[in-house]
């Protein structure tokens, strides 16, 4: 169940922990706190409400809800509890419930356990239809929780159906023209031999009511089942199916097994879907089909030794595929039912979100699916071909198609014709033509399983990563998809489920190498850093949303911002690149090239060793600078990163990363430094907004706005004054949480600008002796102290013979500078401004 958590403040904000994940409660929490003067806008991440009359927002993420202006004291309880009303409701509860069946039923696909994959999915089905049955009595009727009285939703058995469905007469207008109020729900729904129980089938035309018309999407499984129950093609006749209802329905009850009945119901409903001229009556016929299908494979599941003869991967995931479009439509209906409408929200609460081809290298123009983004299921499984020597395979990752257009025939067409590609008889090598070499051994089967591998000789050439196989196995798609669209003429848009890499033996490793094969390890390593150099550029291009710049670099506000990448503090010590670099930055360096460096160490223990080989090398950097008399050269700028290969790791796959953060008070300082320096405003306030939209922003990219605003002496001084404040405290607002040991630092800085603003720009001697004394007070050990106390001598020299001089003497803290601190860096904290 989601959980509510304290409320906290931020940024002028009151903000309540949730676990909205799911889409239901977002609609759900906006149809709450919606008003007639709310402007909606946002998509499934991050849903924004707008009340420009009342002048008030909300926010709602996948984590939390957030109200502006500040929620009062004494009213924060009572929208807690307006909150949990809806966090708390047993629909959500079986929702999502039925969400997390769901997933865990595809990763069970993907490791080739029918078993598992058809019981989780049934239940997923059934908790659905329950959640929505709650759904349907809070939202229609009326009805709370406590106020609901019946045991169960019943299970989608023949005997219920032949019991309460089969009757000559019924039309789909009996079941779907319902009309259910207060009073009389629990008899229309109830199963008529179990009182205290909800007939499914029932339910079903309860949540068709509305104009179903999604029978064409789940089409292409019903020829599957027909073909399962009756051992032939799909075909209208209705001869078979008239024999299989006789054959149960003029046995004796006692005489019937339970596949005579299961067969036999599916027969009828199949009677129904071909003699229905309505689309409507179609679906919902089709939906009972399913369901008593799913439920009968859910009950072999559990003890028949050959179950895996009687249902395929085939069945399987086209099954899996009508499930989703099913829970797909539904959800739409009632979200459309609700005050939300598709324009105001866009996304799609069931795929994943798309972003455009041309982010990808190969550009492909065959599909405008993110096949880069495609959802990796975790699995336990053997490698799943018996046909491949397998004992030399190392690693392996497994793909399952669950579109309907799958053709075997035509996939293999394509994959003769597609380039880079070998075929070796039981299975396909696709050779990457990227910068590095890489390889990988495909198969596919007649049930749309797609199997990828890499075996020993391949990863005994070259070193390679889970990651690689992943980014080979995307660029081998969009190829595939090109060449099928140049063959067949149509765009091929497959829905695949696809797999974690799996590492089958964990005790590989190259043993021996002779002196010859040093060579190739070192070529090797040159070509995974440059692969890898190449990955972080990108990383960074698509998370602050900058240009590509040459193959080592990005563009940042005009900045050619070149990345040095470098492993261990042993290798860099004698790291002739990155001194080749830095001497041409040095002599030949101008003002738009700038150096990140970033060190990767194993892991903390070893940073102050590579710390003390960077400062080595800026002192380097800095004497050639002087040397050479280049002024252009950009060293106040750089800030050395040094962080551990987990987090380098985190950052390549996408997850929440402290690199992520450390690059983000990379493009902070550069804002900063150009500030110090008291030019490039419009610059360096480009760089401060690139900093504050990113999601890994903290409390100082905001100070160094604030600081922006204090000295920019473009902007009026009025301006300054508020704006410069108003940031400061932003920051110190969110520095409790962010960086809580840095809050003296914070402080103390914003001190010294604020008495700084007041001295050289508004000439206000009492609030500068006011901001200095402040800052004084926090001690002589921040990097502020210095600052301040020679502020103090230029305000004497400002004072020296006048009236205030005198008046305010006794006022000044005494002066005291102590030594320049030394050069260091930050690798695990952002810079303070």
């Known amino acids: 169940m989601p959980k509510l958590l304290k409320s906290k403040t931020r940024n002028n904000t009151t903000i309540f922990e949730i676990d909205a994940k799911n889409y239901i409660l977002k609609v759900r929490l906006v149809n709450q706190f919606r008003k007639s003067t709310t402007t909606i806008k946002g998509n499934i991440n991050c849903i924004k409400m707008i009340d420009k009359v009342e002048k008030t927002s909300i926010e709602i993420t996948s984590n939390s809800i957030s109200f502006f202006p500040m929620t009062k004291t004494e009213d924060i309880e009572e929208t807690r ?54 759904t349907f009595l809070n939202e229609k009727l009326n009805i709370n929780d406590q106020n609901i009285f019946f045991d169960e939703v019943d299970h989608f058995t023949s005997e219920i159906f032949f019991n309460e469905i089969y009757k000559p007469s019924l039309t789909f207008e009996d079941l779907s023209n319902i009309t259910l109020n207060k009073e009389n729900y629990i008899k229309c729904l109830q199963n008529s031999k179990k009182k205290s129980s909800v007939n499914p089938f029932k339910l079903i035309s309860l949540l068709l009511m509305n104009e179903s018309s999604f029978y064409e999407e789940i089409a292409p499984y019903l020829k599957i089942l027909y073909k399962e129950i009756f051992n032939e093609e799909y075909t209208v006749e209705l001869d078979n199916i008239e024999k299989k209802i006789t054959e149960c329905l003029t046995k004796e009850k006692k005489n019937r097994t ?50 895996e003869i009687k249902t395929s991967v085939r069945e399987m995931s086209l099954l899996i595929s009508s499930v989703k479009k099913f829970i797909k439509y539904i959800n739409k209906q009632f979200t459309n039912n609700g005050d939300i409408d598709d324009e105001e929200i866009s ?43 397998n004992s030399e395979i190392i690693i392996f990752m497994t793909a399952v198609h669950l579109d309907a257009e799958f053709d075997f025939e035509n996939i293999l067409y394509s994959l003769n014709f597609t380039e880079n590609i070998t075929n070796k008889g039981k299975y396909f090598i696709y050779e990457s033509d990227n910068s590095f070499q890489f390889s990988i051994n495909i198969h596919i089967d007649l049930n749309g399983r797609w199997t990828i591998w890499q075996d020993e000789k391949s990863l005994y050439d070259n070193i390679y990563t889970q990651l690689d196989l992943i980014k080979v196995f995307d660029e081998f798609k969009y190829t595939f998809l090109n060449v099928y669209q140049e063959c067949f003429t149509v765009k091929y848009f497959p829905e695949l489920i696809t797999s974690n890499p799996v590492i089958l033996r964990n005790d590989y490793n190259i043993q021996t190498y002779n002196v010859s094969a040093i060579g190739d390890i070192q070529n090797s390593i040159y070509i995974r850093k440059n692969l890898i150099l190449t990955s972080v550029i990108r ?104 962080t551990e290969i987990s987090n380098l790791d985190d950052f390549l796959n996408n997850k929440p990363s402290v690199l992520a953060r450390e690059i983000l008070d990379f493009f902070n300082h550069i804002a900063y430094s150009l500030i110090e320096k008291g030019n490039e405003f419009e610059k360096s306030n480009n760089i401060i907004n690139v900093c504050i939209k990113s999601q890994y922003c903290g409390s100082f990219p905001h100070a160094t706005l604030g600081m922006w605003y204090l000295r920019n002496t473009i902007i009026p001084i009025e301006i300054s004054e508020e704006k410069g404040n108003e940031y400061y405290l932003v920051s110190i607002d969110l520095i409790e949480s962010d960086h809580p040991e840095a809050i003296d630092e914070l402080h103390q800085k914003y001190f010294y600008e604020m008495a700084r603003f007041y001295l050289y720009r508004k000439n206000d001697y009492i609030q500068y002796l006011k901001y200095y004394d402040q800052g004084i007070d926090l001690g002589d ?5 210095d600052e301040l106390i020679k502020t103090n001598y230029d305000y004497q020299s400002l004072t020296i013979n006048t009236e205030i001089a005198v008046t305010l003497e006794g006022n000044i803290k005494p002066n005291k500078i102590k030594t320049t601190r030394k050069k260091t860096i930050v690798s695990q904290k952002e810079t303070t401004p």
């Open 781 to 785: 050990t921040l990097s502020s102290y």
């Open 81 to 134: 509890k307006v909150i949990y009303k809806q966090v708390a409701q047993r629909s959500l509860i079986y929702i999502m419930s039925s969400e997390d069946n769901l997933e865990l039923s595809t990763s069970s696909l993907l490791s080739d356990d029918l078993r598992a994959s058809a019981s989780l999915l049934y239940y997923s089905l059934h908790k659905y239809i329950t959640g929505q049955l709650y």
């Open 539 to 642: 990383e960074i291009k698509t998370l602050f949303n900058l240009n590509f710049g040459h193959y080592n670099s990005f563009i940042l506000e005009g900045f050619n911002v070149y990345i040095h990448l470098e492993f261990s503090h042993a290798v860099f010590s004698t790291s002739l690149p990155f001194y080749s670099s830095i001497n041409k930055s040095a002599f030949e360096g101008n003002s738009n090239d700038i150096i990140m460096l970033i060190g990767v160490e194993h892991a903390r223990e070893y940073y102050e060793d590579f710390e003390h080989h960077i400062n080595n090398s800026m002192d380097i950097y800095d004497t050639l600078s002087v040397n050479a008399n280049n002024k252009s050269a950009l060293i106040d700028y750089t800030q050395p990163i040094v």
């Open 258 to 307: 339970p596949e005579i009945e299961v067969c036999a119901a599916i027969a009828y409903a199949f009677k129904n879907i071909i003699n229905s001229t309505d689309i409507h009556s179609k679906t919902m016929w089709s939906i009972y089909a399913l369901s008593l299908r799913l439920y009968w494979l859910r009950q072999t599941a559990d003890y028949d030794y050959d179950f």
């Open 347 to 389: 996304g799609d609460a069931i795929n994943t979100k798309f972003n455009e081809v041309e982010n990808h290298p190969k550009n492909a123009d065959a599909s405008n699916v993110d096949l880069d983004n495609t959802k990796l299921y975790n699995i336990d499984s053997k490698f799943l071909l018996d046909n491949i020597q």
